[in-house]
């Protein structure tokens, strides 16, 4: 088992390891066996308070002060050091959140990825000469907001701080992380990297505790300057009211109820373990699960039959045994995932995946199950499930296509199957969502695409160059010089 190499009853702030104002600590829960991991800091106001000023003064000391250029060699070097400590990352998220190790490992190396390109990418912003007119020189500047608040979940701890803490570094900023309750001891492992790689202090600060505690004393704080919030539609909507009250920017990254859409001229044998795994990854815990599979009338029967074969071939278990699915991170999430499964109605479950025998009797196990004979109107095809369930629902001509796949509140990702090059490109624009993909689905889920919603799965994007204009505040400079 991996050691912790850092204290978790600590929060950090200022670049010190600090026990929580009122020295509380709550527990970390294994979801493979229900066994406690650890204490973790239980942070509240007071905290959010003391990192928000160590934020402050970062600013003003020597992170403010640092080029571009070093900036980025610090984010590389984090980078660097993520890479070296891949292994124990990914057993310290397997353990925390019940992914199996080689998703585990998939989302540390992501980590170092992120560093990477924001590391290279921290002085390749610059501003522009506009012209205008004589006698005048006029030019922008790119800025940080200030303190940047980050709110995170516990389904991927690693890719989502390394998307949003990683560009608001890049670009300057200093950073207050508020991990999940659920899942926060690869935040602080990033923190104790990033100190060892000579981050300056305060430039990153991470308080641990309950949504209603610390997230929300960092959400409504008048010292931050920008929120970046990923979660639940309802915490999303609180956030941007409390952000409100101070005027603070805030991207709000949500849920989804993504579809990809197989038509009939699709190469099934390429899209079929796209079709299955976007649904099963993470025990579809994933904001841009493909929780949606809309299938073109003619191919219907054998597309629900392939995918049924694929599923029945799944395997449940613990982390540590890195099959392919594990539990849920809860004995709460795995009641609202079963909940659902109870509304089926006129639906019908095609196939249920094998949770192993072994798997201990205290995981939150739920085997993945793909529906079929549900109508786009139904709650299991409109509300986000957070659980490994696909439906699977015919659609006749490319018009009711897109009427089902922009039918939800939601607008995250889609996929087009087709062969049709024309129907791939009016697919494309027709469909509301932040990320479109044609004959894939997540493209491999590259650190340089940028990402993010429409409608109730949010606005702002993170990820790649365009995280990093959310992250900084253009400055215009008009000189009269006659
Ligand atoms: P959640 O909204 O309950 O919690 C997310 C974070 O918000 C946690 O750190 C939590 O402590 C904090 N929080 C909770 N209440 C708060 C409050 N009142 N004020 C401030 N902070 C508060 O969501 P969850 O159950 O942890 O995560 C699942 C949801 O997140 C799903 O809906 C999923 O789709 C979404 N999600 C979206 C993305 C994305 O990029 N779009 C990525 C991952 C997860």
Not at 271 to 291: D, E, K, M, R, Y
Not at 369 to 396: K, M, N, S
Request: proline share 5%; glycine share 12%; hydrophobic share 45%.
């Amino acid at each position: 088992m991996t050691e912790i190499w850092f204290d978790p009853t600590k929060c950090f702030i200022g670049g010190q390891w600090v026990a929580p104002a009122k020295g509380q600590t709550l527990t970390l829960e294994n979801p493979s066996d229900g066994t406690p991991i650890c204490e973790i800091a239980r942070g509240t106001a007071e905290d959010i308070d003391a990192a928000v000023a160590a934020a402050r003064t970062a600013l003003k000391g020597e992170w403010g002060k640092l080029p571009a250029l070093e900036r980025g060699r610090i984010l590389t070097r984090i980078g660097q050091k993520v890479l070296e400590r891949v292994d124990e990352l990914a057993a310290l998220e397997a353990r925390d959140v019940g992914k199996p190790l080689k998703q585990a490992r998939a989302d540390a190396v992501a980590l170092a990825r992120y560093m990477e390109f924001y590391g290279g990418a921290a002085d390749k912003i610059h501003g522009e000469t506009i012209p205008y007119l004589d006698g005048y020189t006029v030019y922008s500047l790119r800025e940080p907001h200030g303190v940047t608040g980050h709110i995170v979940p516990w389904n991927y701890p690693m890719q989502i701080i390394g998307r949003s803490v990683g560009a608001a570094l890049t670009m300057g900023n200093a950073a207050v992380l508020k991990p999940a309750e659920e899942a926060c001891l690869t935040a602080l492992a990033f923190a104790a990297i990033a100190e060892e790689a000579g981050l300056p202090k305060g430039a990153l600060n991470v308080v641990p505790g309950l949504g209603e505690e610390a997230g929300a004393a960092l959400s409504g704080h008048a010292g931050i300057n920008h929120i970046s919030f990923t979660g639940s539609v309802g915490v999303g909507s609180m956030i941007q009211a409390a952000a409100a009250k101070n005027v603070v920017p805030v991207t709000l990254e949500l849920g989804g109820k993504s579809p990809q859409l197989v038509f009939a001229d699709a190469d099934l044998d390429k899209a079929l373990p796209f079709l299955v795994n976007a649904g099963i990854q993470n025990a579809g815990q994933t904001c841009s699960a493909a929780s949606r599979i809309l299938v073109q009338r003619e191919i219907y029967d054998e597309v629900v039959a392939r995918m049924a074969e694929r599923y029945r071939a799944l395997k449940v278990g613990p982390a540590v045994a890195d099959l392919d699915v594990g539990p849920l991170i809860s004995a709460r999430q795995k009641e609202i995932v079963t909940g659902f499964l109870d509304l089926i109605g006129d639906g019908r479950i095609v196939a249920q995946a094998e949770i192993v025998g072994d798997a201990p009797a205290g995981g939150h196990y739920v085997a993945p199950t793909l529906v079929a004979d549900v109508t786009p109107d139904h709650r299991l095809a409109q509300e986000e499930i957070f659980g490994p369930v696909q439906v699977v629902i015919p659609f006749d001509t490319e018009e009711d296509a897109i009427a089902i796949a922009n039918g939800t509140d939601f607008g995250l990702v889609a996929g087009i199957w087709t062969n049709d090059g024309g129907r791939q490109m009016r697919l494309a624009r027709a469909i509301s969502s932040g990320q479109v993909f044609i004959n894939n689905y997540g493209a491999g889920g590259g650190v340089e695409l940028p990402f993010g919603g429409t409608g109730k799965s949010g606005h702002g994007r993170e990820k790649g160059f365009e995280a990093l204009y959310g992250f900084s505040v253009l400055k215009t400079v008009a000189a009269h010089h006659g």
